[in-house]
């Protein structure tokens, strides 16, 4: 049984730093692209940030370029998301995801990506 758990999440002051990370098992993501993905309550799923197979290419939301970095631990088929400076707005559940269907990390469409984690939440207060 595939399975991407995150963890990471909590409970922040505007401005400061939360790293949230993904293990995957069950499957290999080495050579497919990851991303995440965060959902406010009441709203629907947004991309956050994407990364390609084998940690080559890195795609953003305009809303978290020059804040968040995401990158991935290829050794240990692992996923992670290093958040600068956050606001409240940055708040939600923030989905660990990957896609066997496409080799590109340039997808930002929910409907990309097969596999999905429980999710991590992260609260920033103003």
């Known amino acids: 049984q595939v399975q991407l758990a995150a963890s990471g999440g909590g409970l922040v002051q505007a401005g400061d730093s939360l790293r949230l990370a993904c293990v995957a098992s069950?499957?290999?993501?080495?050579?497919?692209?990851m991303a995440w993905f965060r959902q406010a309550p009441g709203q629907e799923r947004d991309f956050v940030a994407s990364?390609?197979?084998?940690?080559?290419?890195?795609f953003y939301a305009d809303s978290v370029k020059g804040r968040f970095a995401i990158s991935r631990e290829l050794a240990k088929n692992a996923l992670a998301l290093q958040m600068n400076d956050l606001k409240p707005e940055d708040t939600g559940m923030y989905y660990c995801?990957?896609?066997?269907?496409?080799?590109?990390?340039?997808?930002?469409?929910?409907?990309?990506?097969?596999?999905w984690g429980q999710g991590t939440q992260v609260t920033v207060s103003s």
């Open positions: 995801v990957a896609s066997t269907w496409t080799g590109s990390a340039y997808r930002s469409s929910p409907n990309d990506y097969n596999y």
């Open positions: 069950g499957r290999n993501f080495t050579s497919f692209p």
């Open positions: 990364i390609g197979p084998w940690g080559q290419t890195t």
